[in-house]
């Protein structure tokens, strides 16, 4: 299954069916009053939420959706049969915009969240409701009205409570493996990871987090390098970034350039970013020298800035646990 996370498709809603024009034909009663039906009204679309999905991949290759039609009245007073109502599922984290005026119709961020995006057509009056003293054998009946038809934008933000951010290669997607059971595909190359990938984290028997490893970043990502302006808009809300750093970066004196590019492009994209609550998380320890940089300096300048570090190995899972637990205080 690919991913997808944007994607515009078509809905219409159905037609309501036609009122019935028909008179009661009875023994021993030759002029019967009228009885035809009302119509049935068109099937509704709906858009519903759902956790089983984390892609709009449904919608990759079919774009146009159309609810059933009513039916039409029948005699002797028998309503046409409503048409079923479309229920369109969509992942959890999706808004739902008009694409012709740009208006946002709807934010899904809850399971079982539906919204109505085309009502359907009414159901014409059956003869019935025509009779009177001066027309007592009415020949005519309502049409059904029409159902609506929209185009509709899906955009996708992933509702991660946790969002792994770093440039190519420094470890994020073996993080991601260490942590939870996502099997994100990991290979020493620079940009290995080519959609977002989540996992849960288990923190205990009733308390789970959804962490959200976020690819392509480099300088440039908010002008549209690299991959970053199409997966930005999915740190938006997570609750907290972790910044990944690789402690084996050379030159020696340039990992922080690494951050500061993280940030800057960040900010860039959307300010409200760098007020997230956010941690550095300097990895690769397994590999780590003192020869080749001192930890205890880097930390101090994270620290000057503001920010708080913790040395793990997403490889060997050294210093993970000290993670859970900076995640068990901040999500309590």
Not at 131 to 157: C, D, H, I, M, Y
Not at 181 to 198: G, H, Q, S
């Amino acid at each position: 299954m690919g991913f997808l996370d944007e994607v515009v498709i078509t809905v219409r809603s159905g037609d309501g069916g036609r009122g019935c024009v028909s008179f009661r034909r009875e023994r021993f009663i030759p002029k019967g009053g009228p009885d035809g039906g009302d119509g049935g009204s068109g099937g509704s679309v709906i858009l519903k939420a759902t956790k089983a999905l984390f892609t709009l991949y449904d919608y990759a290759n079919r774009t146009y959706f159309k609810a059933p039609n009513g039916s039409p009245g029948r005699g002797n007073n028998q309503t046409g049969k409503k048409g079923k109502d479309l229920i369109l599922k969509v992942p959890l984290g999706t808004l739902v915009y008009d694409e012709d005026t740009g208006h946002l119709i709807a934010d899904l961020i809850h399971e079982g969240q539906e919204v109505l995006v085309a009502p359907g057509g009414r159901g014409g009056k059956g003869n019935t409701h025509f009779a009177s003293p001066t027309n007592r054998t009415p020949r005519f009946a309502q049409p059904g009205t029409p159902g609506v038809e929209r185009r509709l934008r899906l955009v996708l933000k992933f509702l991660a409570d946790v969002g792994l951010v770093g440039l190519p290669n420094v470890g994020k997607s073996t993080l991601l493996a260490s942590l939870t059971r996502a099997r994100p595909k990991i290979e020493d190359y620079p940009f290995t990871t080519l959609v977002p990938n989540l996992g849960v984290l288990e923190m205990s028997e009733d308390k789970t987090l959804v962490l959200a490893d976020i690819p392509g970043l480099i300088e440039g990502a908010s002008q549209g390098k690299g991959l970053g302006l199409q997966f930005l808009k999915h740190v938006e809300r997570t609750k907290v970034l972790v910044h990944v750093l690789d402690i084996t970066h050379a030159p020696k004196n340039d990992i922080l350039e690494d951050f500061m590019t993280l940030r800057t492009e960040m900010g860039d994209y959307d300010e409200n970013l760098l007020e997230k609550t956010q941690l550095v998380l300097i990895n690769k320890m397994d590999l780590y020298s003192s020869e080749c940089r001192n930890l205890e300096s880097l930390q101090e300048r994270l620290e000057e800035i503001g920010l708080e570090s913790i040395p793990v190995s997403a490889l060997t899972g050294y210093g993970l646990e000290k993670f859970k637990d900076w995640l068990r205080n901040r999500f309590q």
